[in-house]
């Protein structure tokens, strides 16, 4: 015997006015959310709204259910709680809510989409500082350009700059390690979390990219320097900067 979830789109569409394309957006995030795909599959789009139908083989019945009641009480695979965020986030963007529903007819997980409430955002603010990075693209044909710098894993792409500073800039594209100089426009979530919206860039320097015995070995070669008489130089320029960390 095979069981039934149902995924209910209130409201805005029917069977005959939901587009194929949305649909295969809900069926592929409908999928994701329940999980065990080998054993799960759509059967069909029935009235009511517009209804969407997945039924379950018996050998993972069970795992389906615990993977549904972990969703619904907060947990649960990072992959099936993404699935929940993204039909909740596509219900909204229909304007819209939804509900998943077991075959009985009992509604397991609500989607609030449209209902649900606007997160607090506080901002704009604007604060000078600085943003590390290589340059990896500069471009554009208005007067403030775009421009891209690579942090590691971390890609800025919200910076802008005049044609004449693009200009200076340019040449080192895929070069060193720059630092740029600005006014960045933040925003801050109800989470604490910090989101960069725009950034201008006024002006720009190379980071000296040489190794630290490197350094050690200039600073020793200055005349009038003390960095000779110190015995791990290297040690203590890195005491030093964890120093200057813990004050900040």
Known sequence: MQSEYRLR??????????PMERLAKYVMAFAKLLGER???????????????VARIDPPARPKVRERIAA?????????AQEAFTDLDDMLRKDNTTGT????SGTTIIPFPGRDRPEPLVFGPFREDGTLDGELIRVGGKDDTVPIHLRDGPII?????CTPTLARKIAPHLYGPTLRVHGT???????????????????DFEILD????????????????STWSE?????????EERHGEGDAH
Do not use: Y
Request: hydrophobic share 40%; proline share 7%.
């Open 156 to 160: 800025h792409t919200k910076l802008n």
């Open 100 to 103: 998943l529903d077991d075959a």
């Open 38 to 52: 080998d054993n799960v599959h759509f059967h069909g789009v029935e009235p009511g709204s517009a209804v969407l």
């Open 230 to 238: 110190v015995p791990d130089p290297v040690r203590a320029l890195l």
């Open 209 to 224: 990219d040489a190794p630290l015995n490197e350094v050690v070995n200039r600073l020793r070669a200055v005349k009038g």
């Open 9 to 18: 789109i209130a409201e805005s569409f029917s069977p005959g006015t939901l």
């Open 71 to 79: 969703v619904r009480d907060g947990h649960g695979p990072k992959d």
């Open 184 to 202: 960045g426009t933040w925003f801050r979530g109800a989470d604490g979390a910090w989101e960069l919206k725009a950034f201008k860039v006024v």
